[in-house]
């Protein structure tokens, strides 16, 4: 992670920028990228030289040939004059990264280039951005990467679309699970910078680097032909482009296709590996939506048409990994069941990967899954596992923490088929698909990570068919302090009113999470006898006959929350409880005399806690009294 002074220089150029006349905050990243991309370049020159005088061979590929030494940033920097770094920079350097990467503007490089613009106004602005630059040690690899993200973390219009940056930690995870091929055709659909496909690309360098390099053919083919990336934002296009050239890999299919509304017929079955953070949260209209697209699922809800791209990309036997929001997983309209069908009927969805809330911010907190799938025949069982610890702190700081989930769950991901493999109920285990048709094609984690099992011997009968579901009538906010009627809200104490909506015994459970976006907790649920209020974010179980026994149900419940209430929660960012789903929950009702002995050994607890109160109540007044008479009249005394 970069540290505090980087972060505060990081600031100070942003500020520069702004203050010098560049308040647009994509065209600061783009002016800084290329700023980057041509010290970069310098960097990589001084790697070939070393290299050749260390074996006395001239220097192979050179960036620069000795005609254009003065466009080195190692030259410009140190020039003194900011007209003269400013001409040189503008009318030579520059031009010269637009010719970069292939031969008379062959290259999709070239391409998106060709539209570039050096925008800095005044040689002090880029004399002054170029001194801040080169102050910042980035000699460390990672650094460079901790610097992109946090300067793309600064632009203010992220977010918007639901084009949220993948950490690349979390890039690295999907790419190492896959576990990239030489012989792999890799795309990502809604590219940006290309992290996926830069990470892929040096997932192939670090293993399978004999094989790419092995003659001219195989070095052209991962060059030209690996690595496919669609997006139609012009300045993600230049820097992605940038990012790949950077990373070794010289021309790559970096297109510029609006995914979701053109049509496929040329790249349809063309891929056999798909990587990719596609944006969500956003809505199209029919009209802008591909037609092959729609034919598979009717919605204007763009993670859902992506998923049914990311199918539509891959070849026969190809397989995907995609982050994809939790509304995904669980939300219950037709297109949503209509699309996960289609993942479990249709193709071998091989695993769930559920991911901490906090995993996007500062931009987002905000549930999401990976969803590994391969399109061939059917699914037979599918992988859940439970991301708790990402490596990360859950604030928009990112402070990195130890225990990382992420370690063990790669070392599963390759034992999970071998005889080691040994589930753990509560974090990882396989799901047959009968149990997945069971639950009506709901791939929420939390329903089967939850690590509960029915009684068998007792029988069960269905919440709704024993209580009535009443949702609250008060807003929270309308709680007063000397109210007249318990008033029940999501917190663990009991305000008043004054009013009353139910007079019953009833239990009362919330609706929405409290531990807020992102994340399904439910801090307590109550139990209230007579006049109560409720609040709108609450929904309370009324009993429909006298023979239901409530007070059993309410320790049920209060002891089984996070296993059978919590799993039923649903939402990417506002999650919340729906009522019908509460009612359709099976609840084991033992026979009576069970039940009184349950209850019993509360009562007789709850009894000698109440009598130790009063004990202790009597004990503090004593306490109090023999203060007030400390040492007696031997002491003094205070004369009447």
């Known amino acids: 992670m970069i540290t505090g002074t980087i972060k505060s220089q990081v600031d100070q150029i942003w500020n520069a920028f702004w203050s010098g006349g560049i308040s647009n905050p994509m065209e600061v990243i783009e002016q800084m990228t290329y700023l980057l991309f041509i010290k970069r370049l310098d960097e990589m020159q001084t790697v070939k030289e070393k290299k050749a005088h260390r074996i006395k061979q001239p220097v192979e590929n050179p960036i620069f040939n000795s005609r254009q030494q003065k466009l080195r940033w190692s030259h410009f920097k140190d020039l003194g004059d900011p007209g003269l770094l400013y001409h040189i920079v503008s009318e030579e350097v520059f031009p010269f990264i637009k010719r970069l990467g292939g031969h008379g503007g062959e290259s999709t490089y070239a391409a998106h280039m060709k539209d570039a613009r050096f925008t800095i106004p005044t040689p002090a602005l880029l004399a002054k951005v170029v001194d801040m630059l080169d102050a910042i040690p980035m000699d460390d690899r990672d650094t460079k990467g901790d610097l992109y993200e946090y300067m793309l973390g600064k ?104 995914s ?18 596609p944006p969500f949260s956003g809505s199209l209209d029919y009209e802008s939506c591909a037609a092959d697209l729609l034919s598979v699922v009717r919605t204007r809800k763009t993670e859902l048409l992506f998923v049914a791209l990311v199918e539509r990309l891959l070849k026969q036997g190809g397989s995907a990994a995609v982050v994809v929001p939790a509304g995904v997983l669980e939300s219950d309209s037709n297109a949503h069941q209509t699309i996960r069908k289609r993942l479990v009927e249709n193709n071998r969805l091989i695993a769930v990967i559920a991911l901490p809330h906090w995993v996007f911010k500062p931009y987002a907190s905000v549930a999401t899954c990976i969803l590994v799938f391969q399109k061939v025949a059917t699914t037979d069982q599918v992988w859940f596992f439970r991301v708790e610890n990402d490596g990360f702190s859950d604030g928009a700081s990112k402070v990195e923490v130890e225990g990382s989930d992420l370690p063990g769950l790669l070392k599963l991901w390759s034992e999970r088929l071998t005889k080691d493999y040994v589930s753990k109920e509560t974090k990882h285990r396989f799901v047959s698909v009968k149990e997945i048709r069971d639950s009506n094609y709901d791939l929420c984690h939390r329903v089967y990570l939850s690590g509960y099992r029915y009684p068998r011997k007792i029988k069960t009968e269905r919440l709704g068919d024993l209580f009535n579901l009443v949702r609250g009538e008060t807003p929270a906010a309308g709680a007063v302090e000397n ?56 929904v309370a179980l009324v009993p429909k006959t006298d ?80 203060r007030d008479a400390f040492g007696g009249r031997s002491l003094g005394f205070v004369a009447q």
Not at 260 to 277: I, T
Not at 508 to 513: A, D, E, F, G, K
């Open 155 to 258: 632009i203010a219009s992220a977010g918007q679309n639901g084009q949220f940056r993948t950490p690349r930690h979390i890039i690295k995870l999907m790419v190492d699970m896959m576990a990239p091929k030489p012989p792999d055709t890799i795309c990502d659909p809604a590219c940006g910078t290309a992290g996926f496909l830069v990470a892929a690309s040096e997932y192939l360098n670090a293993h399978h680097s004999d094989e790419i390099y092995a003659d001219k053919k195989s070095t052209k083919r991962f060059n030209h032909d690996t690595f496919h990336g669609f997006d139609f934002d012009s300045t993600m296009l230049r820097i992605g482009s940038m990012n790949m050239l950077l990373h070794g890999v010289e021309d790559p299919a970096i297109e510029n296709r609006d």
């Open 260 to 277: 979701l509304s053109e049509g496929h017929a040329n790249v349809e079955g063309q891929f056999s590996l798909v990587l990719a953070n």
């Open 483 to 538: 109210g007249d009627f318990p008033f029940v809200t999501t917190s663990a104490e009991v305000k008043r009113a004054d009013r009353w909506q139910i007079d019953s015994k009833a239990i009362v459970i919330p609706l929405v999470s409290s531990t807020g976006h992102g994340h399904a907790s439910i801090k307590q649920i109550h139990y209230i006898q007579g006049k109560a209020a409720l609040a709108t974010i609450c």
């Open 547 to 626: 023979d239901v026994d409530t007070e059993f149900v309410y320790y049920y419940l209060r002891r089984f929350k996070d296993q059978l209430l919590v799993p039923l929660m649903r939402g990417s960012a506002n999650v919340s409880l729906n009522p019908d789903r509460l009612a359709d929950l099976m609840l084991p009702i033992p026979d009576t005399y069970e039940r009184e002995k349950f209850k019993a050994g509360l009562r007789d607890l709850k009894n000698e806690v109440e009598a130790l109160e009063v004990a202790l109540k009597e004990k503090l007044e004593d306490l109090n009294a023999a």
